[in-house]
């Protein structure tokens, strides 16, 4: 009789050989968004493994956003945003960075490696830092391997825990706020 585990030994590797990361990109429309935009109409090559969904800001990106992903068969999630003190809705990538902490812990407590879930402020200028940073992702997710954590598609609850309404608008005030550097 063959020895069939060698064989299946032969397949898992040939498999993790073969293995190409799907990387779920969440990029803000007005910096990142427009850096992948600028890097294609250069002409720049970089990962396919990326698939970029445009919102209109970080802060608008719902933590169940990147739980779905992972639950949906994404092996990375990247999240890019405006640089500090420049996000056009204020303090909506503060707001990110908060969340992508506790995403980070969050997803680590499921087995899920935390290299997984990525951050990054690109500006719609950067389009060769947007390069590096989608390469270098592939590459990480490649040497993790595919996903093996089995990751709940049910509604993950609000990780902010913050007031998630701006505050309102008060007319002749400065919309231009002090932030601290969490
Ligand atoms: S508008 Fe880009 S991060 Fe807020």
């Known amino acids: ?31 990142t968004y427009m850096a992948a935009d600028l890097a294609g109409t250069s002409r720049m090559r970089y990962a ?8 209109m800001c970080s802060g ?27 996000c056009h809705y204020q303090e ?6 908060r969340r992508f902490r506790l995403l980070r812990r969050v997803i680590e407590s499921l087995g899920v490696e935390k290299e997984r879930l990525r951050l990054e402020w ?8 947007l390069r590096k940073v989608a ?8 040497s993790l391997g595919p996903l093996r954590a089995r990751v709940p598609a049910e509604d ?9 309404e701006p505050p309102p608008e008060i007319p002749g005030e400065s919309r231009v706020k002090e932030v601290a550097i969490p």
């Not at 990106?61 to 068969?73: E, K, L, N, T």
Request: aromatic letters at 8%.
């Open 156 to 164: 993950f609850p609000d990780a902010a825990g913050e007031g998630e």
């Open 1 to 31: 009789m063959p020895d069939m585990s060698t064989d299946t030994t032969h397949v898992a590797e040939a498999r993790e050989e073969e293995f190409e990361p799907r990387i779920v990109a969440l990029f803000c429309n007005w910096c």
């Open 92 to 97: 909506g990538n503060y707001k990110a960075l």
């Open 135 to 142: 390469d270098e992702m592939a590459a990480d997710i490649r």
């Open 60 to 86: 608008r990106i719902d933590p169940q956003f990147v739980m779905h992903a992972f639950a949906r068969g994404a092996d990375g999630v990247l999240i890019g945003g405006c640089h500090p003190g420049d």
């Open 122 to 129: 690109i500006s719609a200028s950067e389009a060769d830092q």
């Open 48 to 55: 396919p493994n990326v698939r970029v969904v445009r919102v």
